[in-house]
């Protein structure tokens, strides 16, 4: 398999920075924006692209959360507990987005090298191995049993769980997103989403297994290195990390074609969500 290095080295990274927006930045907007990136990049349009974002207090749910049998109940509990509740338009189950946590999505062309779906993986843990490397600390990229969202890219330090990879693709583009706890409790974070899953399963057997939450096995990145790690500590770390790799970092909002895409792809973001949520 080719090195992840092959996919981080571009001749420009375009940087879209969404990490400071504020609470009025909605996480289905993200995903309309990265369906977006997806399009102009796979077709040429655009360079290749880093995203960043925060949304504050809110829990994306997967496809396959939408079929809790007490769905609804869990919802109504995390809305109380003053969270927003949404579902993605890519796989995976429920995790909690809040001010202490960065996400970063790579949108990459497929066409101009052949990306698989691991080699993908690949690329964002190399880039956060990079990011991190001068704290000394080893991190994993395994499934850690107990966490929410568990994956094969689960990212960890000494057996917790910090981060979690997914992908999407779309039209030609790829996009490797990954979001990083960096500040705040990650056992409590996992504490509401088993609270959320024993109240939508009441201890039914259904066809999908769902994750018995652990909240012990998940903590923040403050917390793993023992020192303050911020979001915006991140960022810095994430395009000083990004300089070793192109000549060029160009920082951007959508263009003028894109904007119309953004909007027909939130229309459809919403209309979905508010299916899915019935």
Known sequence: MRDY???????QWRIIDQSSLGPQFQALQSFAMDDTLCTTVGSGLSPATVRSWVHHNTIVLGIQD?????LQEGINFLQEQGWNVIVRNSGGL?????????????ILREADKSIDINLGYDAMLGLIQEMLHDYGAVIEAREIVGSYCPGSYDLSIDGKKFAGISQRRIRGGIAVQIYLCATGSGSNRAALI???????LKGEQTKFVYPVI????MASLSELLKTDITVYHLMMRLLQTLQHFTPMLSPSQLLPEEVSMYEQNLHRVLERNNKALG
């Open 5 to 11: 290095r092959s996919i981080l080295s571009q001749p």
């Open 66 to 70: 939408t079929r809790l049998p007490f």
């Open 94 to 106: 429920a995790v909690v987005l809040d001010e202490g946590v960065l996400n970063i999505s790579l």
């Open 194 to 200: 088993r609270d959320f899953y024993q109240l939508a």
């Open 214 to 217: 652990v909240p012990d096995v």
